[in-house]
């Protein structure tokens, strides 16, 4: 695992490579190491003259030794794209960070997203309570960010209730205050896109956020103001094309402008009580087709050969017939679910 997660730092700190020109590196080629030695005429096809030069030049933003020894010193783990801990819905957004770093014990998991405000009003935090109980039952985890209000609620009530939480910081790792490494100590996990030593800023909590939505099935926006920044979480959701949902408490208050709005302008449904999040209609898809389960991450013709052991002909007919049926799509020689 660590010369992989040294070639993904590799090629996360090439200077002027985005995470959308990552993934369609990844998509390409799939292993880093591979990317670095690829022609520059191969790459620029890919991602354009100007960063195939840079990573053909090496010009690097930080050191990726340093960091593979600072995650050995610290007791962080690294998980990367095509890894099967990664989490597979956030693999198919635009724009996957290529490592996400993590304390605590992450494993494949199918989680719904629950957010708020900072400052709630006490009847949230007891909506909070009981979604997060209604989640649970429904053999979901709880995705959010740690903040105060109802990021915190929901994963103190999913750990209470023995569940399991991820909880997505807008710093490193290592900068993450003690309230956020306490849930850790109860069994949550804490993860992050940016290096362990990395603080956060204005953006990084923005950037966070797409995390959220994106590791999940769908999102709850429990309580929201006009200026909430749970609102750049919904928008985030929405462009992914998640379901959200957001709860109105009392309708002519100003706590709940944000989810008023988001219902109005038709990025959200009204959810009225915990209860209507997983009714039938509303229940994220499980694929019970092997091939398309599969493909829940970006899999090449010869990877879903050797996993299932099927001839490639009849595989690739299955895949044709997806297709043409538009539940699957390709992009260079990765199949994925659209």
């Not at 730092?9 to 990317?35: H, Q």
């Not at 199918?110 to 708020?116: A, L, M, P, Q, T």
């Not at 694929?287 to 010869?302: G, I, Y």
């Not at 050797?306 to 044709?320: A, M, Y």
Request: glycine share 10%; proline share 6%.
């Amino acid at each position: 695992m660590t010369d992989r997660l040294y070639w993904w730092l590799r090629l996360r700190a090439v200077r002027g490579l985005g995470e959308r020109s990552i993934k369609k590196l990844f998509l390409r080629w799939g292993d880093p190491e591979v990317i670095f030695k690829a022609s520059w005429e191969e790459l620029s096809l890919c991602v354009g003259p100007a960063k195939a030069e840079a990573i053909r030049r090496g010009s690097l933003s930080f050191d990726p030794e340093k960091v593979l020894s600072l995650v050995d010193k610290e007791g962080i783990r690294g998980v990367t794209l095509g890894d099967p801990l990664y989490p597979k819905l956030l693999a198919q957004i635009d724009d996957p960070p290529p490592v996400i770093f993590y304390i605590g014990e992450l494993k494949p998991f199918e989680g719904i997203g629950v957010v708020g405000t900072r400052n709630p009003h006490p009847y949230s935090l007891k909506f909070t309570h009981r979604l997060v109980e209604k989640i649970l039952e429904a053999g979901y985890a709880v995705v959010s960010g740690g903040a105060r209000g109802i990021d915190q609620q929901a994963h103190h009530s999913c750990l209470d209730m023995g569940g399991y939480t991820l909880c997505f910081a807008g710093m490193g790792v290592l900068k993450a205050a003690e309230v956020l490494k306490s849930l850790v100590k109860k069994g949550a996990v804490l993860l992050s896109e940016l290096l362990p030593h990395e603080g956060a800023d204005i953006h990084t909590y923005p950037r966070r956020n797409r995390l959220i939505s994106g590791s999940s099935h769908m999102l709850v926006v429990v309580e929201a103001g006009e200026t909430s920044g749970a609102l750049i979480t919904a928008k985030t959701a929405h462009v992914q094309r998640r379901p959200v949902w957001a709860h109105v408490g009392y309708g002519f208050s100003e706590r709940w402008r944000g989810c008023i709005k988001l219902v109005n302008e038709g990025m959200a449904k009204l959810l009225a009580a915990p209860e209507d999040l997983l009714l039938e209609g509303s229940k994220p898809v499980k694929h019970t087709d092997p091939l398309l389960s599969l493909l829940e991450l970006p899999r090449t013709l010869e990877d879903l050969v050797s996993l299932t052991g099927e001839d490639p002909v009849k595989i690739l007919q299955q895949l044709t017939l997806y297709e043409m049926r538009g539940l699957v799509t390709k992009q260079g020689a990765y199949y994925m679910l659209t």
